[in-house]
């Protein structure tokens, strides 16, 4: 019913940057939270970032001062900057929406199939 389809990911050296989007289409009537999570291989998935429709942010306290979370909802799209990228970042980044459907107004928590961010020199 929904699709959230993310871009941006790949392989960077220490201290770069990344831009993540994520696009969601579909029974979409509105979109209230959005947000980033990541799993780093043996881990648990873990909130990166999150951000309501009126665009109050909330981040994981590894990631305050080096990623924006941010959102256009009139494109149903949420992005990602990541600045001075660390080996721990490293992980696959999903993105998550709190979709209200059109044609029954539930909500519906919908996530994206996920992109690979490396940090490696």
């Known amino acids: 019913q929904v699709q959230l389809v993310e871009s941006g990911g790949g392989l960077v050296q220490p201290g770069g940057s990344l831009r993540l989007s994520c696009a969601a289409s579909?029974?979409?009537?509105?979109?209230?939270?959005m947000a980033w999570y990541r799993q780093a291989p043996g881990k648990q998935r873990e909130v990166v970032a999150s951000?309501?429709?009126?665009?109050?942010?909330n981040y994981a306290e590894s990631v305050k001062g080096r990623f924006t979370i941010s959102r256009d909802n009139a494109k149903n799209t949420v992005y990602l900057q990541m600045n001075n990228l660390k080996p721990e970042d490293t992980a696959v980044y999903y993105c998550?929406?709190?979709?209200?459907?059109?044609?029954?107004?539930?909500?519906?928590?919908?996530w994206g199939q996920g992109t690979q961010v490396a940090v490696s020199s």
């Open positions: 951000i309501t429709r009126g665009r109050n942010r």
């Open positions: 579909g029974n979409i009537f509105t979109i209230n939270d």
């Open positions: 998550n929406a709190m979709v209200v459907l059109s044609t029954t107004r539930t909500i519906l928590s919908s």
